[in-house]
């Protein structure tokens, strides 16, 4: 682990132990905390792979696809009025940057990390997410360092900053982001398994209604201030149709062509 790394989980670490001395204690005690509800909202976390682990088990099923290869050449803007739509715009531009860092040229990447780092400033990311992600374009432009080895880091980066920033910003911002890899690498595994004609591993990939589940219950979440603008509307519908996909018991070439166009729709609208 590089030293900017481990400076930034110290200094996390550090603010989280200022913030609880200063702020009041909580109304709430911790006894009163139902645990259970808390284990499973962390499992359910867990259960959404990551960009890199989506095309390892394509790999594995014998689907020879580099998703990064399949990334079409976007500049999705990431600082809209709605939050929900900020948080999912940038789990879209993160899952571009895991799954093209090996190959793009460094001024494609310098540019999805500019928009990564104006997402999370914008979600309430602090100084330390912002001067970590400056350390890291720097490292980009070092043509001494491997690709493969700021892949490594990057993917360990984006882990501690994503759970930074739940604790500044609030615990809907993890899973939204989370949405947005999501439903970008879901529709680049239906695409490369399209291609190649391919789908007995859509089940692996694709029936998955608690990962649904998980999305949905941020997004229509009890609390909002108001309702969900357009695009995140359309996404909530998007998600219940996934949801029932989800739930057959085998699914189909048709279903991942369904779920391809559905999630193509979306993007498109982003």
């Not at 090996?102 to 990447?109: M, Q």
């Not at 997004?219 to 149709?241: C, F, H, Q, S, Y």
Request: aromatic residues 4%.
């Amino acid at each position: 682990m590089t030293p900017f790394l481990i400076s930034l989980m110290l200094a996390c670490t550090s603010d989280n132990t200022e913030q609880t001395t200063k702020e009041e204690q909580p109304t709430k005690s911790f006894n009163a905390v139902d645990i259970n509800e808390l284990a499973e909202a962390v499992n359910k976390a867990e259960l959404v792979p990551s960009p890199l682990e989506m095309e390892q088990k394509l790999q594995s099923a014998g689907l020879q696809k580099e998703l990064g290869a399949l990334v079409t050449t976007k500049d999705i803007p990431v600082i809209v009025d709605d939050l929900d739509q900020v948080a999912i715009r940038t789990g879209v531009v993160m899952s571009d940057l895991v799954l093209t860092l090996k190959t793009a040229e460094s001024k494609d990447i310098l540019h999805n990390l500019g928009k990564m780092k104006e997402g999370l400033a914008k979600l309430g990311a602090g100084d330390d997410i912002a001067a970590t992600i400056v350390d890291f374009e720097q490292r980009i432009n070092d043509a001494e360092v491997k690709r493969s080895e700021l892949l490594s880091e990057f993917d360990l980066l984006s882990q501690v900053m994503v759970s930074e920033l739940e604790y500044e910003a609030g615990e809907w911002v993890v899973p939204l982001i989370q949405a947005g890899t999501w439903l970008e690498g879901a529709n680049l595994v239906s695409q490369a398994m399209i291609q190649d004609g391919k789908y007995d591993a859509a089940d692996e990939f694709f029936r998955q209604k608690e990962i649904v589940e998980y999305f949905i219950s941020y997004i229509a979440r009890e609390g909002k201030d108001r309702a969900p603008d357009g695009i995140v509307a359309k996404l909530l519908d998007t998600l219940n149709t996934l949801k029932a996909i989800a739930g057959k018991p085998k699914l189909s070439e048709a279903d991942v062509k369904e779920i391809n166009n559905l999630t193509t729709l979306v993007l498109n609208l982003l």
